[in-house]
């Protein structure tokens, strides 16, 4: 065989072993490009472990939607809620759809988007244990505006790491109240094990437990900020976020 057929034959080979190259590299790309999303695991409806054990909630809905407008793959990642911001500041997650009130300190560490909802913040307690009765056990989540708020105002604090843990503490007789955001309440509210409780829902009337809630977003990507705010404005737009929100509360965000 001559040099020049061999070498004729040999060009399609060099040329499929590039295009194999080139896929690999891409698929590689393409994987990378994923948005490492930061969730909280355990805080139903806004994100919890279903029976089938998938995440799931409004906020995993959200982030879902958001990348899918973005047209980037999410990858979820739970993180506790007192870790969450510290994750995103560092650049360990690219956003974090976790609820967060949009407050000064944070603000101080990480980007926010522009607001998805507004929030209230209600005390849910025992009949005896009003907001604020000296020596009600109240229950927080550590890393939460509930928590620094109860702790600033001197009660007992209960804190645990994750709303999941809130109603076997409140049956136990650990904590006469919760403090929590108004669809944890709504939640609490109709959980079997609580009923007997007669817990009763008040929402506290202060500026630091009310108001934006935003994406949390890594400071060393300014630039993810315009894309996230024009993909909350387009699935507000075309409906999306309003089936995320009938299909996982009872009541409509704000």
């Not at 904590?175 to 929590?180: E, G, H, K, T, W």
């Amino acid at each position: 065989m001559s040099g020049r057929a061999s070498a004729h034959r040999e060009r399609p080979l060099a040329k499929l072993a590039l295009a194999a190259l080139l896929f690999a590299c891409a698929g590689a790309w393409a994987a990378d490009a994923a948005y490492r999303v930061a969730i909280i695991g355990n805080s139903p409806p806004m994100s919890y472990v279903d029976e089938q054990g998938r995440l799931t909630g409004f906020n995993v809905a959200v982030a879902h939607a958001l990348c899918e407008t973005m047209g980037t793959p999410c990858e979820l990642r739970p993180v506790p809620l007192d870790r969450v911001v510290d994750t995103v500041a560092a650049g360990d997650a690219d956003f974090a759809v976790v609820s967060l009130l949009a407050t000064p300190e944070r603000r101080a560490k990480v980007l926010f988007s522009k607001p998805y909802y507004r929030s209230l913040s209600v005390w849910l307690g025992r009949p005896a244990a009003t907001p604020g009765k000296a020596g009600s056990r109240v229950a927080v989540v550590r890393g939460s505006a509930q928590a620094r708020h109860a702790e600033a105002q001197g009660w007992s604090l209960r804190p645990v790491a994750s709303h999941a843990e809130l109603p076997p503490l409140l049956v136990a007789g650990g904590a006469d109240a919760a403090l929590v955001p108004m669809p944890t309440a709504v939640r609490l509210m109709a959980e079997p094990s609580l009923q007997a409780l007669e817990l009763r829902p008040t929402i506290v009337a202060d500026a630091a437990l009310a108001g934006d809630v935003c994406i949390s977003i890594d400071p060393g990507q300014p630039q993810l900020k315009a894309r996230i705010d024009a993909a909350i404005d387009a699935i507000k737009r075309d409906g999306r976020f309003d089936r995320i929100n009938t299909q996982f509360l009872p009541f409509r965000l704000q």
